[in-house]
């Protein structure tokens, strides 16, 4: 009697871990290749329109688990000590509140961190555009000396002898732990996360007002309106929309201000495109980021110099630079004069900015650490 009451509470014990471990996220699993497809449609909202998805590489609920696996896991650096989560964190949107990013030993990134979500619709990666594809991005941060260092017969390696990525690699791909699944994986994972819930969102595209309270309904109209000054100097619009326009927040045509100098200095610095493409034109050129949670994603620009969002709307309020060569033509729009907005409408932008965080991106399960 007492014999089965002790084998009971094995039992008991191994069944609460088992559960454990499911709602922590990695599966336990014999290693068996029988993936379960995710159809994109459960993944994409209807009114974001479908991405265009890469053709050969399918979401399954073990490529994407594989895929969160292996961004969680500092085992991708060289001394097991920083994950891409370390530098994008889903507190902060999946980025990071440091101006310039730290990574091996402490050595900083040239640029800052990026948020992570509704990648699927970007056509280009980083602040300079210079990856055209995810499953391309993922060795950069992997190998560069001041991320996290990695070389990749190493990390091969590291993949090969570990009994759970041999299991996981197997379970989603058929395939022993290789580089080019890990590719692959991490693709998945990383285009399936989409921020869609924010207060901006269900208020877009502007059917229903009473979404907004007063403030931000204001800054919402000084966002989406053109820039025409009156007779006294006062303009209604702010025209943020050509740049950071659409559900996204985000102008995803690079010809249409997708990539574009707001006029942050008089002449290039970081040459951002123009590093990439050594075209005059493209000198201090960037990618014009989305601005959904962008109340979470502090520091702002590619080099994390102003701390609050008063500080970027004090920029496009009366600190842009028109003399940059390559100030957008939206930008200097209204003739090189600055908006100088008045209090009250720098306080309505940035309520309407508010809006637009997704406070379910920064706690979904389905995106956390799953170990
Ligand atoms: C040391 C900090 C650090 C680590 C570690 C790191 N990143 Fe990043 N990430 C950055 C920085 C900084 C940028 C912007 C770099 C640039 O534009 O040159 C960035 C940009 C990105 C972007 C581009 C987003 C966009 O909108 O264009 C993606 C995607 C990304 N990282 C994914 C990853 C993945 C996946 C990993 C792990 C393999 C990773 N990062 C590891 C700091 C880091
Ligand atoms: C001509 C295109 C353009 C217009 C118009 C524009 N922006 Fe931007 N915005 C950009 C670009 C490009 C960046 C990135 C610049 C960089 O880092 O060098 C940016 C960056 C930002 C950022 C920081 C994002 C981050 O993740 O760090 C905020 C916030 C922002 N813009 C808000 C606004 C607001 C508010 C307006 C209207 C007053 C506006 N923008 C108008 C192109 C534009």
Request: charged share 20%; with cysteine; glycine share 8%.
């Amino acid at each position: 009697m007492k014999k089965i009451g002790f084998l009971l509470s094995v039992g008991f014990l191994v069944f609460v871990s088992s559960c454990t471990k499911e709602n922590g996220a990695v599966p336990d699993n014999g290693g068996v290749y029988n993936p379960t497809i995710v159809d994109p449609t459960e993944i994409f909202p209807a009114e974001f329109g479908m991405p265009l998805l890469p053709k050969d590489n399918p979401f399954t609920e073990e490529g994407i688990m594989l895929g969160r696996m292996l961004f969680y896991d500092p085992m991708l650096s060289i001394d097991s000590s920083i994950s891409c989560a370390s530098c994008h964190r889903q507190e902060y949107a999946f980025a990071e509140p440091l101006d310039k990013s730290v990574g091996f030993r402490g050595l900083r990134a040239s640029r800052s961190s990026m948020p992570l979500f509704n990648l699927a619709y970007h056509h280009s990666y980083f602040w300079d555009t210079r990856v055209k594809t995810l499953r391309e991005l993922v060795f950069e941060p992997i190998q560069a000396h001041n991320e996290m260092a990695m070389t990749l017969p190493t990390l091969r390696d590291r993949l090969k002898r570990n009994k759970r990525y041999v299991d996981y690699f197997k379970k989603a791909f058929n395939h022993e732990p290789n580089l080019h699944d890990m590719s692959l994986a991490m693709e998945q994972f990383l285009l399936s996360i989409v921020s869609k819930d924010s207060r901006f969102n269900k208020f877009f595209p502007g059917d229903d007002l009473s979404v907004l309270s007063p403030s931000e309904l204001r800054g919402a109209f000084i966002y989406n309106g053109l820039i025409e000054f009156d007779d006294n100097g006062v303009t209604k619009g702010a025209d943020c929309f050509h740049c950071h326009g659409g559900e996204l927040s985000q102008q995803l045509n690079a010809s249409m201000g997708g990539i574009a100098s707001n006029g942050l200095d008089p002449e290039p610095v970081d040459l951002g495109v123009g590093g990439v493409t050594n075209r005059n034109q493209d000198m201090g050129v960037f990618k014009a980021p989305s601005l959904l949670n962008i109340a979470v994603t502090a520091p702002y620009m590619h080099d994390g110099r102003f701390q609050t969002l008063e500080e970027v709307i004090d920029h496009y309020s009366e600190g842009v630079n028109f003399d940059h060569p390559n100030i957008h033509p939206q930008m200097a729009a209204h003739g090189g004069m600055q908006l100088n907005l008045s209090k009250q409408q720098k306080e309505d932008l940035i309520a309407y900015l508010k809006s637009m965080t997704d406070s379910t991106l920064l706690v979904n399960p389905a995106y956390s650490n799953p170990f």
